[in-house]
C-alpha cells in the first residue's frame, strides 16, 4: 500500500545531541512537510519542499534544518535539541491539483523525547 | 494574522449526532479542512469545503459558510471509536495554497 512511514516511531535524544527524524513516502507526492505537534496541541507547520524548492515558516526556529535528497524522502535534524523541543513530528505529504482539496497525507510520526 | 476557534471538548452518546463549529479568520481563503486524530496516532483527512453548503461523506458531513467564515463538522450515528480530536484546518493566502493552518482541535468524548 502507498503510505508515509517515519522512522523510527520514537527517539530518545540528550539536551544539545544533534537528532535527525527520517521520513518516506511511496505516494510520489510532489510535496512533504514537517510538523511538530505538542500534547494536546494543534500540528504546527515547520516547513515544506515543493519539489526542491524549500518552504520556510517565519516563526520555525533555525536550530530546525530539513532536507529532500529525492522525492521519497525528507529529512528533519535538529542541531541543538532543547527540552522545548519534544514533541511528536508528523511527516505529511499532498499531491497539489488545481481546484482539488489538497488532502494532506500523514505519517505515524516520531516521539521525540529530549533527556 | 490568521486564527481558528473550536470548542476544547464535546461531550456526546454513542448514535446520537454532535456538531463540532469552526470559525476562522484568514486573509484569503482556499478552504476549510477537517481532520480526525486519535491519541497517540497521526491526522486523517476526513473532509474539505471550498464553496459553500453541505459535503457528505458517509456518517460524517462538513458544511461551509464563507460570508459567515464558518464551518462545522457533523458526525451522526456516533460510535465508540469516533473518540478522538478534531481539527479544521484552513488554507488562505497567508498559509500558501499548498499549506494548512490548523485551529486548536476539539477533543470528542463519546459515551455509552
Known amino acids: 500500500d502507498a503510505m508515509v512511514i517515519q522512522n523510527p516511531r520514537y527517539q530518545v535524544t540528550q539536551f544539545g545531541k544533534p537528532v535527525t527524524l527520517s521520513c518516506s513516502q511511496t505516494?510520489?507526492?510532489?510535496?512533504m512537510y514537517w510538523y511538530q505537534q505538542k500534547s494536546s496541541q494543534a500540528p504546527k507547520l515547520l516547513f515544506h519542499?515543493?519539489?526542491?524548492?524549500?518552504?520556510n515558516e517565519a516563526d520555525t526556529p533555525d536550530n530546525f534544518q530539513s532536507r529532500r535528497p529525492n522525492t521519497s524522502f525528507c529529512f528533519l535534524d535538529i542541531r541543538s535539541p532543547g527540552l522545548g523541543d519534544a514533541a511528536m513530528y508528523l511527516c505529511?505529504?499532498?499531491?497539489?491539483?488545481?481546484?482539488?482539496?489538497?488532502?494532506?497525507?500523514f505519517g505515524p510520526g516520531t516521539r521525540l523525547t529530549v533527556l | 494574522g490568521q486564527s481558528l476557534e473550536q470548542p476544547s471538548e464535546v461531550t456526546a452518546v454513542e448514535g446520537a449526532i454532535v456538531q463540532i463549529n469552526c470559525t476562522y479568520q484568514t486573509s484569503g481563503f482556499y478552504g476549510l479542512s477537517w481532520y480526525q486524530q486519535h491519541d497517540g496516532g497521526a491526522p486523517t483527512f476526513l473532509s474539505y469545503?471550498?464553496?459553500?453548503g453541505l459535503e457528505e461523506t458517509g456518517r460524517f458531513s462538513s458544511f461551509l459558510s464563507r460570508s459567515d467564515s464558518y464551518g462545522y463538522l457533523l458526525l451522526q450515528e456516533l460510535q465508540m471509536k469516533d473518540s478522538a480530536s478534531y481539527f479544521c484546518a484552513v488554507r488562505g493566502f497567508q498559509t500558501g495554497a499548498n499549506n494548512l493552518f490548523f485551529g486548536t482541535g476539539t477533543r470528542l468524548t463519546v459515551i455509552p
Open positions: 505516494l510520489n507526492h510532489n510535496v
Open positions: 505529511a505529504t499532498s499531491l497539489p491539483k488545481t481546484g482539488s482539496d489538497n488532502e494532506q497525507f
Open positions: 519542499y515543493y519539489d526542491k524548492d524549500f518552504n
Open positions: 469545503n471550498a464553496l459553500d
